[in-house]
């Protein structure tokens, strides 16, 4: 299947994918599989690439997958600076959860 299943697959799945890659180099070696996955799915883009890396995470045991998720998440959540740090209203981010989320990591589509 060479289709997304649902709008925004490669982008969310390029996301991900460029999120762990530091950690999984760091944690598992770079001479792991999942490491080589993770490059050839970031340098590809093609949706064949991203799901199989994404596979791979996913067939790690649950202790390692947890140990990637919490570090990726221990960099993202860290507080920004004051002088950059602007949140909108809270009704704002309930609202618009429907609206896509951008990715630090994806290329800006033209």
């Known amino acids: ?11 969310g799945l390029a996301c991900f994918l460029a999120e762990i890659s530091a950690r999984v180099g760091e944690r598992l070696g770079r ?3 999942l490491y080589h996955a993770v490059q050839k799915a970031l340098a590809h883009r093609d949706l064949k690439s ?9 067939a ?9 998720s919490a570090a990726v998440l221990a ?10 740090a602007c949140r909108p209203p809270a009704t704002v981010i309930i609202l618009g959860r429907d609206r896509p989320r ?5 290329p800006a589509e033209a």
């Open 102 to 106: 951008e990715c630090r990591h994806a």
């Open 50 to 58: 991203l799901r199989h890396a994404r596979d791979l995470f996913n």
């Open 1 to 11: 299947m060479d289709e997304e299943r649902y709008e925004g697959e490669s982008r």
């Open 60 to 68: 790690l045991p649950r202790p390692e997958r947890l140990e990637l």
């Open 75 to 84: 960099t993202t959540l860290e507080p920004a600076p004051a002088k950059t």
């Open 31 to 33: 001479h792991s599989m």
